[in-house]
Structure formats: structure tokens, C-alpha cells
């Protein structure tokens, strides 16, 4: 016994010298100091390895928009450096008031942004709803929906030149292999707008599909509740799925709106200047490509530019307000 006791006197006696060993003793002068100093030149380091990247992206944005806007403000006619005069708002006065080229370009850059959105958007909502659930050769269909997206756009337009051309096109042959008579397509005033539309749906629509991949990730838990309660499939998309899939939603709209409210490559590949012998596809970024190299009006395609920047910069903030709407 006396042996036992001396036994547990040692092992608590070493305890007690074990904890104490690893109680810190007290903090050793200037250590704060030299902890913050230390943070201190981290964050200077920090920002002394992102400032070389904000100072050229700063320079690549500011600069553009700072040279366009003073140009816009200018007579600058045939070279940019040649001599102009400040007219202060002439051009925007100017622009605003043409209502041959101006006004009509933005109407169809409007429609032709709302038209191919309205339509990749629910296709590419389909598509997305048709993959959420894994089958075989699911891997298969998405390689195939990807390639028109590495294409081109030029390239894309001459391969649809020639698909739709009125007189050799497998397009018209195909047509009329089912009775329908040849179609113009392109090369018709009237249907060149809403094929080009039809063309950036089959380029684009894969790429909604993937931004609406967020379909994949959400619970299942809510819609198996709807369909206990009798709810049918529109029922759950629309009251269940279509509200959690809001925020990933609006942002593939805001995405693609902005993409397709630029598009400018397709329209000049497959109709050329002026987006066509009477305009028929002219949109504001057509209308301004042609005031600057083919008419030498710097001023004036510098004031549209603006103007246009600002249309899209609406667009933008109309999106996001009724999104934000929406999801709250």
C-alpha cells in the first residue's frame, strides 16, 4: 500500500509539472509591435502585387472611355489626330435626331436582344431541365451542344451562307424535299433580321444550358414535397424549381443580353456594310462600325458609342431590378 501511494504521489506530481511546463509565461516585450508591423507589410505587399494588374486593367477601361468621350465631343471627321473643334453636344443632338439610321438601329438592336434571349433562354431552360437527371450518353449530348460555341462567329456566318443560300442551299432543298416553297432567307429584307436571330439561337442556346447548370445542384427535398401535396409537373416547375433556380437565372440573363446586345461579327459576316442593301439588319454597333471606317465621322460614331454604352448600362440595371425583384 505505502508503495501504491507513492506511486500516484509521483504520477500527480508529474501532472502538475507537466501542465505547468506548458502554461505560456508571459508575453515577451514587443511582440505587439512586431506582430503589426508584420501585418502591416503584408498588406503592403498585397496590394504591391495587384497593383501592376489594376493599373492595366484600369488603364484598358478608363482610357478607352475617357478618349471615346472626348471624341464625341469633337467635329473629328477623316483621321482621328487630324484637327477638330469642341461642338459640345452637336453629335448626340445630331444622332438623336436622325430617325433614318439611328433610331431605326436601335430598334433592332432591341429586338433582335429580346427576340434571341425570349428564345435561348427557354431552350435552354428545356435542355437544362432534360439533363438534370443523369442517363446514358449524357456526356455524348453535351460534347455535341458544345460545338457550335467553339466555332467562330465569322466562321459560323459563312457556314450558314452557304446552308441558307437561295439557290444551291441544302436549307431550300431540304424545303422543298416537304413541299415548302424556297426561301430568301438572307438575302430578303424582311427575313434576314429573324434568320440572323434564328442563327445566334442554335450558336448560343448551349451556353445558357451550361450557366443554367445550377439546376443540378438544387434540393430535391421541395419538389418531392409539392408532388406528395398533388402537384403536377408544371406546378412544381413553376411554383417550386423556377424560384430557386431565380438568382442563376438572372444572371445567364444579364450575361447573355449584354453578349447578344454587342453582337456585331455575325451580322457584318453575312450581310456586309450597313448590315445590308436597304439596312435590314443594321444594328448600333453596325450603324457605328460604318460612321467610323467607312464615312470618317469619329465624332459622330464616338457620340453613338456613348450612347449606346449607355443603353446597355440601362439594360443592365432594368435586369438586375426586376431579378432582385423576383427573387425577393
Given at each position: 500500500?505505502?508503495?501504491?501511494?507513492?506511486?500516484e504521489a509521483a504520477?500527480?506530481?508529474g501532472?502538475?509539472r507537466?501542465?505547468?511546463?506548458?502554461?505560456?509565461?508571459?508575453?515577451?516585450?514587443?511582440?505587439g509591435?512586431?506582430q503589426?508591423?508584420f501585418?502591416q507589410?503584408n498588406?503592403r505587399?498585397?496590394?504591391?502585387?495587384?497593383?501592376?494588374?489594376?493599373?492595366?486593367v484600369?488603364?484598358?477601361?478608363?482610357?478607352?472611355?475617357?478618349?471615346t468621350?472626348?471624341?464625341?465631343?469633337t467635329?473629328?471627321?477623316?483621321?482621328?489626330?487630324?484637327?477638330?473643334a469642341?461642338?459640345?453636344?452637336?453629335?448626340?443632338?445630331?444622332a438623336?435626331g436622325?430617325?433614318r439610321?439611328?433610331?431605326?438601329?436601335?430598334?433592332?438592336?432591341?429586338?433582335?436582344?429580346?427576340g434571341?434571349?425570349?428564345?435561348?433562354?427557354v431552350?435552354?431552360?428545356?435542355?437544362?431541365?432534360?439533363?438534370?437527371?443523369?442517363f446514358?450518353?449524357?456526356r455524348?449530348?453535351r460534347?455535341?451542344?458544345?460545338?457550335p460555341l467553339l466555332?467562330t462567329p465569322?466562321?459560323?456566318g459563312?457556314?450558314?451562307?452557304?446552308?441558307?443560300?437561295p439557290?444551291?442551299?441544302?436549307a431550300?432543298h431540304?424545303?422543298?424535299?416537304?413541299g415548302?416553297?424556297?426561301?430568301?432567307?438572307?438575302?430578303?429584307?424582311?427575313?434576314?433580321?429573324?434568320?440572323?436571330?434564328?442563327?445566334d439561337v442554335?450558336?448560343?442556346t448551349?451556353?445558357?444550358?451550361?450557366?443554367?447548370?445550377g439546376?443540378?445542384?438544387?434540393?430535391?427535398?421541395p419538389?418531392?414535397?409539392?408532388?406528395?401535396?398533388?402537384a403536377n409537373?408544371?406546378?412544381?416547375?413553376?411554383?417550386?424549381?423556377?424560384?430557386?433556380?431565380?438568382?442563376?437565372?438572372?444572371?445567364?440573363?444579364?450575361?447573355?443580353a449584354?453578349?447578344?446586345?454587342?453582337t456585331?461579327?455575325?451580322l457584318?459576316?453575312?450581310k456586309g456594310?450597313?448590315g445590308g442593301s436597304d439596312?435590314?439588319?443594321?444594328t448600333?454597333?453596325?450603324?457605328?462600325?460604318?460612321l467610323?471606317?467607312?464615312?470618317?465621322?469619329?465624332?459622330?460614331?464616338?457620340?453613338?458609342?456613348v450612347?449606346?454604352t449607355?443603353?446597355?448600362?440601362?439594360v443592365?440595371?432594368?435586369?438586375?431590378?426586376r431579378?432582385g425583384?423576383?427573387?425577393a
Open positions: 500500500m505505502p508503495a501504491t501511494e507513492a506511486t504520477r500527480a506530481a501532472t502538475t507537466g501542465s505547468t511546463a506548458r502554461t505560456p509565461g508571459p508575453t515577451p516585450p514587443g511582440a509591435r512586431r503589426r508591423t501585418e507589410a498588406r505587399l498585397k496590394w504591391a502585387m495587384l497593383s501592376p494588374a489594376v493599373l492595366f484600369g488603364l484598358m477601361i478608363v482610357f478607352p472611355l475617357v478618349f468621350l472626348n471624341l464625341s465631343l467635329d473629328a471627321f477623316g483621321a482621328v489626330n487630324a484637327d477638330s469642341h461642338v459640345g453636344l452637336r453629335n448626340f443632338t445630331d438623336l436622325d430617325t439610321r439611328f433610331w431605326p438601329a436601335a430598334r433592332r438592336t432591341l429586338v433582335f436582344t429580346v434571341a434571349v425570349v428564345l435561348e433562354t431552350l435552354g431552360l428545356a435542355l437544362a431541365m432534360l439533363m438534370r437527371k443523369p446514358r450518353g449524357m455524348w449530348v460534347t455535341v451542344l458544345i460545338i466555332a465569322v466562321a459560323i459563312i457556314l450558314w451562307l452557304l446552308i441558307l443560300d439557290t444551291n442551299g441544302i431550300n431540304l424545303l422543298e424535299a416537304v415548302v416553297p424556297r426561301q430568301e432567307f438572307l438575302g430578303s429584307v424582311g427575313q434576314s433580321l429573324g434568320t440572323l436571330m434564328l442563327i442554335w450558336q448560343w448551349p451556353m445558357m444550358t451550361l450557366l443554367l447548370a439546376l443540378t445542384t438544387l434540393p430535391e427535398e419538389e418531392e414535397a409539392a408532388l406528395v401535396d398533388g409537373a408544371w406546378q412544381r416547375f413553376r411554383h417550386v424549381v423556377l424560384p430557386m433556380l431565380g438568382p442563376t437565372l438572372a444572371t445567364a440573363l444579364v450575361l447573355r449584354v453578349d447578344a446586345l454587342k456585331f461579327d455575325i457584318y459576316a453575312t456594310a450597313g439596312f435590314e439588319v443594321e448600333l454597333n453596325v450603324y457605328a462600325y460604318g467610323t471606317f467607312d464615312y470618317q465621322e469619329y465624332g459622330l460614331a464616338a457620340a453613338v458609342l450612347l449606346f449607355l443603353f446597355i448600362i440601362g443592365v440595371v432594368l435586369l438586375r431590378r431579378g425583384r423576383k427573387n
